[in-house]
Structure formats: structure tokens, C-alpha cells
């Protein structure tokens, strides 16, 4: 069975820090593509950013460039987001979706997500 | 950057009836590249459809994708109670530039 679980959300004053995790198991992790994808109180999804199977390639959404970094432990099939710089707007449910293709070149559709984690910016 | 735009906002249907859910893309777009998906109240996305008109694992037949260029459309043939939830629509593909949804349109008990 497929599972993905993320942790690591909180309460934090703007300007800060915060690093999410999210464990995987079920399948061959190294295989896939991950991304982060966030939703705010009421709205609807946006992607964050994406990291190849290898952990070398990664990605951004502009919003995010230069203060979130997307990156992952293949030996302990964890998937992370370190998130500094918090701004109020960062403050969201942030689910890991996997990609549904292995190593296909495609920035692909998510087959599976995690349940989400709330990150909260206010002072 | 394409914009997709979800209509209606708020879909009200009866259980029973046919749903039709609109996607439309501010410029033509590989078809290959459009997924969709439901959500419920506090649980995470559930993809339903790939590539347009593929169903996912485990998806109902009741489900329909279909679409070309910029008009994409998701079909409920007949409507279950368990199907009440919002729909995203997404455009994927060769680069990340190409990561976009929705709005979403809300599919509510009549």
C-alpha cells in the first residue's frame, strides 16, 4: 500500500523557519519524481516545487525561488521542504504528491498525496 | 503561462443526474497533459483522471475525461452521494512552467 505521510507543520512568526517532511513507503522511491503543493485556508492548489528521483534536478514556483529548498534522502525514502524567509501568504496545508511516472521527462500528474501538514505564518 | 479557467464555479446536481465540468485553458494545450481531480472536505486530492481521458487506478467508469486543445471536460455520468467535492483540473508536461490548475468547481447536492 501506497502511504505517504508529512509532518513538521507549526506556528511560526514571519521571517522564519520551518522544515516539512514526508515519508514514503510502498514502492521504490528513488524511482519518482516529488513535488510539494500547497493550499491556503479556503483556496485552491498551487505547486511549490519539484525534485527528480535523484535528487539532483529541482524546481521552483517563482513565489517560492530562493527561499524554499526541495530535497530528499532516498536511503530513508523521506521527501523534504525547508522553508525559510516565512511570509503570512506561505500559510497553507502543504501536501508531497508523487509522480505518477517513473523517469518518464515529464513534470507529471500526482498519483498519490500525503494527507498534509498546516504551516501557519503570523506573529 | 496558461491559465485554466473552471466553470461553473458551484455545479448543483441531484443524485442520480449527469454533472459536466468544464476546463478551458487560456491557450491550446497538449491534451497528453491534463489530469483531474476531486477533493473532500479536509482530506488531500484524489487523482482521478491522466492524459486527459485516462480513469486512474481504482476510478469508477462513471468518471469521463475528454477534450482536446483548450476545452477539457470531466463527465459524472450519474451522480453518487460520495462524489459531492470540489474538481481541479491541471495542465502538466515538459517543464515545470507547465504545473498549473484550476480554480476548481464545487459539485454540491441539489
Known amino acids: 500500500e501506497v502511504q505517504l505521510l508529512e509532518s513538521g507543520g507549526g506556528l511560526v512568526q514571519p521571517g522564519g523557519a520551518l522544515r516539512l517532511s514526508c515519508v514514503v513507503s510502498?514502492?521504490?522511491?528513488?524511482?519518482?519524481?516529488f513535488n510539494w503543493v500547497r493550499q491556503a485556508p479556503g483556496k485552491g492548489l498551487e505547486w511549490v516545487a519539484h525534485?527528480?528521483?535523484?535528487?539532483?534536478?529541482?524546481d521552483y514556483a517563482d513565489f517560492v525561488k530562493g527561499r524554499f529548498t526541495i530535497s530528499r534522502d532516498n536511503s530513508k525514502n523521506t521527501l523534504y521542504l525547508q522553508m525559510h524567509s516565512l511570509r503570512a501568504e506561505d500559510s497553507a496545508v502543504y501536501y508531497c504528491?508523487?509522480?505518477?511516472?517513473?523517469?518518464?521527462?515529464?513534470?507529471?500528474?500526482?498519483?498519490?498525496w500525503g494527507q498534509g501538514t498546516l504551516v501557519t505564518v503570523s506573529s | 503561462e496558461v491559465v485554466l479557467t473552471q466553470s461553473p464555479g458551484t455545479l448543483s446536481v441531484s443524485p442520480g443526474e449527469r454533472a459536466t465540468l468544464s476546463c478551458r485553458a487560456s491557450q491550446s494545450v497538449d491534451s497528453s497533459f491534463v489530469a483531474w481531480y476531486q477533493q473532500k472536505p479536509g482530506q488531500a486530492p484524489r487523482l482521478l483522471i491522466y492524459?486527459?481521458?485516462s480513469r486512474a487506478t481504482g476510478i469508477p467508469d462513471r468518471f469521463r475525461g475528454s477534450g482536446l486543445e483548450t476545452d477539457f471536460t470531466l463527465t459524472i455520468s450519474r451522480v453518487e452521494p460520495e462524489d459531492f467535492a470540489v474538481y481541479y483540473c491541471q495542465q502538466y508536461g515538459y517543464s515545470p512552467e507547465m504545473y498549473t490548475f484550476g480554480q476548481g468547481t464545487k459539485l454540491e447536492i441539489k
Open positions: 492524459a486527459a481521458s
Open positions: 525534485v527528480g528521483g535523484g535528487g539532483v534536478n529541482t
Open positions: 510502498g514502492f521504490t522511491f528513488s524511482n519518482y519524481a
Open positions: 504528491a508523487k509522480d505518477g511516472f517513473a523517469d518518464n521527462g515529464v513534470w507529471d500528474f500526482f498519483d498519490y
